[in-house]
């Protein structure tokens, strides 16, 4: 009886409509991220040529016949250049501490924003929300320039400094790593406390009450109920800061300077001063493979999570 219901109450085209649902997600991957990616992939397994494009395609789609040689001499010779030559190596060491350092500051600032957050007034909440998205609001460009003016030699924080007599010459802040890291903190601080602020915001705070009169220390509570709790947003905003991060080139390019190496900037190098479209394509391929790690424990993570839940 409660199948004939069910077909009774079925609405019609219910099928199809369920499945164009799930097809769009599917196709905007396809279209914005397969595609993107086998075109990369190609130009990587190209040979550069003086030529516009300037690379030697390895297929050529208008001649189907020759795909099958085309195959057969493949080589994956931009590759081995990227394992042999220890620049590409130090970029990405460099960029993946970098990312690391800063997304791990982003976390000891943005942990107890959100947790503010989410135990201020309800009243607050909304204002208190908006003015963590404002600077968002402006080009993510000229907030990068402001920084230059913050750091540089005659900058405020180096006229504060002597202002107040703590040091006696200005100090070199801009075209460090330093920068760098302040410049990526301030950039996506928001990604790491918007997560964070979902996960406690939707936490029960009658589990705190419970545990306190269980006799449970509040900080101890803290760190048995609230850490917990709130890991799913950590563990977003940390793929959040440091997947963009480690990509990264704005930053560095305007605060970090000629000293600062990052795959970024190597990677901008290949395509527009040395025109050698294989190889920074090969580049960009290892990152995208280098990135897929941490998406893949997030995403175990997340389903351990929804198991144990």
């Known amino acids: 009886m409660a199948d004939a219901t069910d077909r009774t109450h079925r609405v019609p085209g219910e099928g199809r409509f369920r499945w164009l649902v799930i097809a769009v997600p599917y196709l905007w991957l396809a279209l914005f991220f397969l595609v993107p990616f086998a075109i990369v992939l190609r130009i990587s397994l190209s040979e550069v040529a003086i030529a516009q494009p300037p690379y030697a395609p390895v297929f050529d789609w208008s001649r189907p016949a020759e795909l099958l040689d085309a195959v057969r001499q493949l080589s ?172 990264e080139f704005v930053i560095p390019d305007l605060l970090g300077g000629s000293g600062t190496l990052m795959i970024g900037k190597t990677l901008w190098s290949e395509f527009f001063s040395n025109r050698d479209w294989p190889v920074s394509s090969a580049v960009a391929i290892l990152l995208l493979l280098l990135l897929v790690a941490p998406i893949a424990l997030f995403q175990r993570a997340q389903a351990r999570a929804a198991g144990n839940a």
């Open 76 to 247: 994956l010779e931009n590759y081995a250049w990227l394992a042999g030559d220890p620049l590409y190596l130090d970029a990405y060491l460099s960029s993946l501490w970098i990312a690391a350092v800063s997304t791990a500051i982003a976390l000891l600032i943005g942990f107890p924003f959100a947790y503010g957050l989410s135990r201020a007034p309800t009243k607050w909440r909304g204002l208190l929300l908006m003015l963590t998205i404002l600077p968002f609001w402006t080009s993510f460009l000229i907030r990068v320039y402001a920084w230059i003016g913050i750091l540089k030699g005659d900058g405020l924080v180096n006229q504060l400094l002597l202002g107040l007599g703590l040091i006696d010459a200005p100090l070199q802040l801009l075209n460090t790593e330093f920068s760098v890291h302040v410049g990526i903190v301030y950039c996506y601080l928001p990604f790491m406390v918007l997560p964070i602020y979902a996960s406690l915001e939707r936490m029960d705070e009658r589990l705190l009450e419970a545990a306190g009169d269980l006799g449970c220390p509040p900080f101890k509570a803290f760190w048995s109920i609230t850490v917990p709790l709130a890991m799913p947003g950590v563990l977003a905003g940390v793929l959040l800061v440091f997947i963009p991060a480690v990509g």
